[in-house]
């Protein structure tokens, strides 16, 4: 039991670092994200986009991505309703689709704060 006990404590220090971790690196990410896009901006004005940077040992290129929306029900029913008439007949075929997904369980350990 005295085991048990000690990797619940640990449990829970670890649990608090990975939060404060979690915190500060969204935090990080958000001004990384903020620095990017005023580079983006500078780039897309001065015409920049075929041009790269070298700082250091590291070479930097613009390049261009594209995002795929993701795959969602609302956005397969929005398809499938305009391939099939019969409002039904999409809903039963999305409601079947929604049936068929694995679902899988397990137990978990979460932290209530009293």
């Known amino acids: 039991m005295n085991d048990f006990q000690n990797d619940l404590k640990n449990w829970y220090i670890l649990d608090n670092k990975f939060r404060d971790l979690s915190l500060q690196l969204n935090i990080i990410k958000n001004e990384k994200n903020e620095i990017k896009n005023k580079i983006t901006e500078f780039i897309q004005s001065n015409n920049l986009e075929k041009k790269s940077i070298k700082i250091d ?28 008439q019969n409002s039904e007949q999409v809903d039963q075929l999305i409601d079947y689709i929604k049936s068929k997904r694995e679902i899988k369980e397990f137990l978990d350990l979460k932290k209530l704060n009293l």
């Open 57 to 84: 040992n590291t070479q930097f290129r613009f390049v261009s991505q594209k995002q795929i929306q993701p795959l969602t029900f609302k956005f397969l029913k929005e398809c499938l309703d305009d391939c099939i």
